[in-house]
């Protein structure tokens, strides 16, 4: 029988589309765009996946990204994904794609924007899937590039949610974006920001006051702030955590040492992703189903995340009401 933790109905609020490039797609589209690749196999990729800590996953996760090119390519990443994802049970999806790493290949913006819609479309139409796009910053470039990203998508946005802010998270505080989200929220765009994964409770504070940020991406390392966990208890900010992630990037040893349930005992909105799912060993109901066996949460516990997922979206409160 299928688990309840892949039939619950859900929305997935902290995931990065290039994160769910499977090694075989990267030798797919490797060869589609007639690339040399610096890997020898599917398993040799695969053997790579034992990171220690954000920076070698985000190299390779950028070095296996090399191999998207084309609208095509963004679209197959997307439909995959969603056939995927419809399997696991989710109905909504907001979903983080990274144009800088893109565009500094050649690939138009547009073509990354129109291929990875043109799949939620398709979605939409063959399941009902709903949802979108939100536009991450890379913070480890500089702010002018963001600001160029920015500028270059202004007459669509329409076409995309927000913005968010991810890659390397220590030396690359929130502060330094500022004005680019001020400017983001002006063209009335949400914002959520990836704070608190590496990075201390400051980044989290930060986001919060200096990029008005709606959501808190991770954000487990709020807990060492009493202050902060109160602001975020009170304010019921949305945490967008991904057990598996932080597992595989050994933010903790092991799923035991995750401190989803101090957060939950401290009265937050968590919600349960999978963040990089190709890269971190599960997707969304592959997360749903370790916390589950972990900590024995019943289905009843379960559901309350699945219905925090949907009331942390940035979707319709008509469509928030069909989803609960
Ligand atoms: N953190 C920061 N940057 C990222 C991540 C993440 O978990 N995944 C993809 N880019
Ligand atoms: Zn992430």
Known sequence: MTNAMYTLPKAELHLHIEGTLEPEMVFALAERNGMELPFASVDDIRSRLDFTSLQPFLDLYFECGAVLRTQQDFHDLAAAYLT????????????????????????????????????LAEAHEEWGITGGLIMCFLRDLPVESAFALLDSVAHRVDDLIGVGLDSTEVGYPPELFEQVYAHARGLGLHAVAHAGEEGGPEYVSGSLDLLKVERVDHGIRSLEDPELVERLRAAQVPMTVCPLSTVRLAGVPTMADHPLPRMIEAGLLVTINSDDPSYFGGYVGDNYLAIQQTFGYDNLAMAGFALNSVTASFASDARKDELR
């Open 84 to 119: 995927r994802a419809h399997e696991q049970g989710l109905r909504h999806v907001e979903m983080f794609f990274d144009p800088q790493g893109h565009t500094a290949r050649g690939v138009p913006v547009d073509a990354v924007i129109d291929g990875l819609l043109s799949a």
